[in-house]
Each structure stands twice: as structure tokens, then as C-alpha cells.
């Protein structure tokens, strides 16, 4: 069993940043993609970001595309979410989520771990 903790959420005025961390722990027997993806209030869960096994490759939404950034400390079981330039629309709550492969998808069925999530609110 894996378990994925996300931190780092809050309230911030558009413009700001926040970082999100997502902690996993459990039985990690293999390095695995890890994405990032929001749900919104009555929005469908989407994509924000991936990182592939080893960080040598990473994909980011249009919607995010030069504001958010993804990465990964395999020393540390951690993975983040750099978010910069916020905007009101970028409220949400957000998840980290562990891949069943190496390499990212979009899709959500490719990922079998889920955190929580943690809330994320930009103010106008």
C-alpha cells in the first residue's frame, strides 16, 4: 500500500505563489510517474502536471503552461508543485497521485494512488 500526503494549500491573492508537497510512503517498490490534477466546485478532475520515474521529462497543462512547474526528490519520496502567477481560476482542490507506470498520462485511470488533496483558493 502507498499513501500520498499533499501539503502546502491555502489562500492567496492572484499574482502570488504557492508550492504544494506531496509526501509518499509505503510499500515504494518501484519509481513511478507522479502528476498533479484539481478539481474545481462543479468541474470534472483535470490534469495540472506530470513528471516522469526520473524527472527527465515532464508535461504541464496549456491552462498552467509558464506559471506551474513539476518536480521530484526520489531521495525524498517527494514530489512538488510550483505555482506562481496565480489566478482566481486556478482555485481548487488539488491531488498528487502516483503513476502505475514510469512515464505520465493524462489520464486518470493511468495513475492508482491518490492523496487527500489539498485545497488551493486565489483571491481576486
Known amino acids: 500500500q502507498v499513501t500520498l500526503v499533499e501539503s502546502g494549500g491555502g489562500l492567496v491573492q492572484a499574482g502570488g505563489s504557492l508550492r504544494l508537497s506531496c509526501a509518499i510512503s509505503?510499500?515504494?517498490?518501484?519509481?513511478?510517474?507522479m502528476a498533479w490534477f484539481r478539481q474545481s466546485a462543479g468541474k470534472e478532475r483535470e490534469f495540472v502536471s506530470g513528471?516522469?520515474?526520473?524527472?527527465?521529462?515532464?508535461d504541464v497543462a496549456e491552462s498552467v503552461k509558464g506559471r506551474f512547474f513539476v518536480s521530484r526528490d526520489n531521495a525524498k519520496n517527494e514530489a512538488y508543485l510550483q505555482m506562481n502567477s496565480l489566478l482566481p481560476e486556478d482555485t481548487a482542490v488539488y491531488y498528487c497521485a502516483r503513476g502505475l507506470f514510469g512515464g505520465t498520462s493524462h489520464l486518470q485511470v493511468s495513475y492508482r494512488y491518490w492523496g487527500q488533496g489539498t485545497q488551493v483558493t486565489v483571491s481576486s
Open positions: 509505503g510499500r515504494t517498490d518501484y519509481v513511478a510517474a
Open positions: 513528471i516522469s520515474y526520473n524527472g527527465g521529462y515532464t
